[in-house]
């Protein structure tokens, strides 16, 4: 009878390094809810794989939001949930509410396109992939958030789809911009962006956004789509 192999002893570690890289590349892109949810369970479980219990919280309670807003005693109803666990899982949605109940005191308002554009400039200033961005603003143009969308072109994803939905529903959106930077090519977005493009602009038409701006940026030049007409 052959002895049974032993697990690498860093085997957890190693996994939860490859996890935090690609969350560092990409944010959220791509990530299942079971994914995200189960590098939220490294902070309080250090030394275990998180991966079966992130699954058992998904089968009790539906969905990621569902896990989130659950009450503290509730998720310790799940086995394996202490209360360091649950009381983490129980702080994201309070500090959620505070973020977007609490006045910024650096509000950042985009009425005009060199306002705009400065913002995007400053994003930009440190690309140096083919890093997309979509920025949020409120009715009065002051921005909500920017969504790093991905770093490797403007190729829609489906998996795009719930985090810009679940972006747009978390404040009060009316408009967006969006924006591309292409490290070695045109500013000017090709006919595969362009495609992805009306991909976006027909899911943020669905929610009541409306596209102010598309702005492609390479490394000397900046091309805005509503100043050549195209939007």
């Not at 400039?121 to 890093?131: F, K, Q």
Request: glycine fraction near 6%.
């Amino acid at each position: 009878m052959q002895p049974k192999k032993k697990l690498p002893s860093n085997l957890h570690v190693n996994h939860r390094s490859r996890m935090w890289e690609r969350f560092e590349q990409t944010g959220a892109v791509g990530f299942t809810d079971h994914q995200l949810l189960e590098m939220l369970l490294f902070f309080s479980i250090p030394r275990r794989d998180t991966n079966p219990l992130a699954h058992m919280l998904l089968y009790r309670f539906g969905t990621l939001s569902e896990v989130l807003h659950a009450r503290s005693k509730t998720l310790q109803e799940v086995q394996g949930v202490g209360s360091s666990t649950a009381d983490l899982i129980a702080l994201l949605p309070a500090l959620e509410q505070y973020y977007w109940q609490k006045p910024s005191r650096t509000q950042v308002q985009l009425r005009s396109h060199k306002q705009a554009l400065g913002y995007l400039s400053n994003l930009m200033e440190n690309a140096s992939g083919n890093e997309c961005y979509l920025v949020l603003l409120d009715a009065h143009y002051y921005v909500q958030r920017c969504l790093l969308l991905s770093k490797t072109g403007f190729s829609w994803d489906e998996s795009l789809f719930p985090t810009i939905v679940n972006a747009i529903q978390r404040g009060k959106t009316t408009y967006a911009i969006l924006a591309g930077y292409n490290a070695n090519g045109s500013a000017v977005p090709i006919l595969d962006d362009q495609i992805s493009l009306k991909q976006i602009i027909r899911l943020l038409t669905a929610m009541d956004v409306r596209l102010l701006d598309y702005v492609g940026f390479n490394k000397t030049q900046h091309f805005s789509m509503r100043r050549a007409g195209m939007l």
